[in-house]
């Protein structure tokens, strides 16, 4: 080993620099004066470094591929808990829902509860929303013998859509509950008020007449009151949510801006009696 003096290696460090910028211009200026013997070059330069360049590939490879198998492990790892605690939890309501199953069982056994009829029902597509007489209401499309009769219900997947206003041989008109003319009795779920739902030809129906001392909850379920026999008790209509100046309103559950398909049901509830038979039925029964 040649030993230097500490001024030569000092000279040399200086001049390292300077020599690597020569040889890099040199090497441009070569390039340019013969493309041909550059691209062969650095052809020749590739074919040489292209074995280290797989030998290095495989393990880098081999790297990355540990890497995601770890990643995948523990993302399962975790799906895993998060799925033992959920199917815990699942247990957990299944044990309640069994016990209260069976206190409900010994209380209708108690009260000798006699179960009402099952209410039949008839789909039908909605074919238009124009409102004829009325700003909210859809026209259903029928068969015929359908069966359907004025005030029956209709609801959608997720709850109430209204009332059957008119009928005929193969279709009928059905009034949303957000029109100006619906008025429905309904129930506040948390307090069991009862109150009134006002349609108002806007997207929410309105709250008004709940009892005195009693004030609806925000995102309380509202559902219907077996008030008068018009409608059966306990349909989902929707949940409170207050507007501007605090005004009681009920985001309604069902899709009414994306009607297709709706049930209406026949609850055996005296439902709404048209005009019409009222006078008739005032006719005969009066005095003669």
Request: charged share 20%.
């Amino acid at each position: 080993m040649i030993r230097l003096s500490i001024p030569v290696r000092q000279a040399l460090a200086r001049l390292t620099l300077p020599v690597l910028i020569a040889v890099a211009f040199g090497l441009m200026l070569l390039g340019k004066a013969d493309a041909l013997l550059a691209e062969r070059a650095r052809m020749a330069l590739a074919d040489a470094l292209s074995p280290i360049y797989s030998v290095l590939a495989e393990p880098v490879a081999h790297g990355r591929a540990a890497v995601a198998e770890l990643e995948t492990i523990i993302s399962i790892y975790r799906d895993n808990a998060q799925l033992r605690a959920e199917n815990e939890r699942l247990l957990h309501w299944r044990d309640v829902a069994l016990a209260l199953d069976a206190e409900n069982t010994r209380l209708k056994a108690n009260l000798h509860w006699i179960p009402g009829p099952r209410a039949s029902y008839v789909t039908a597509r909605v074919v238009a929303d124009a409102g004829g007489v009325y700003a909210r209401a859809v026209l259903l499309s029928l068969g015929p013998n359908h069966g359907i009769v004025k005030g029956k219900v209709a609801l959608d997947d997720r709850g109430l859509v209204g009332r059957v206003t008119e009928v005929g041989a193969r279709s009928a008109r059905v009034l949303l509950i957000t029109d100006l003319n619906s008025r429905i009795p309904v129930i506040l779920e948390h307090s069991r008020a009862h109150a009134m739902l006002v349609g108002t030809n806007g997207a929410r129906p309105r709250l008004m007449y709940w009892p005195q001392g009693v004030r609806p909850e925000e995102g309380e379920p509202v559902v219907t009151s077996a008030e008068a026999n018009l409608f059966p008790a306990g349909l989902p209509v929707g949940t409170v949510r207050y507007g501007a100046g605090h005004i009681a309103e009920v985001a309604p559950a069902a899709r009414l801006d994306r009607l297709e398909m709706v049930r209406v049901f026949d609850y055996g509830t005296g439902g709404v009696t048209a005009p019409e038979a009222a006078r008739q039925n005032l006719r005969i029964d009066g005095p003669r």
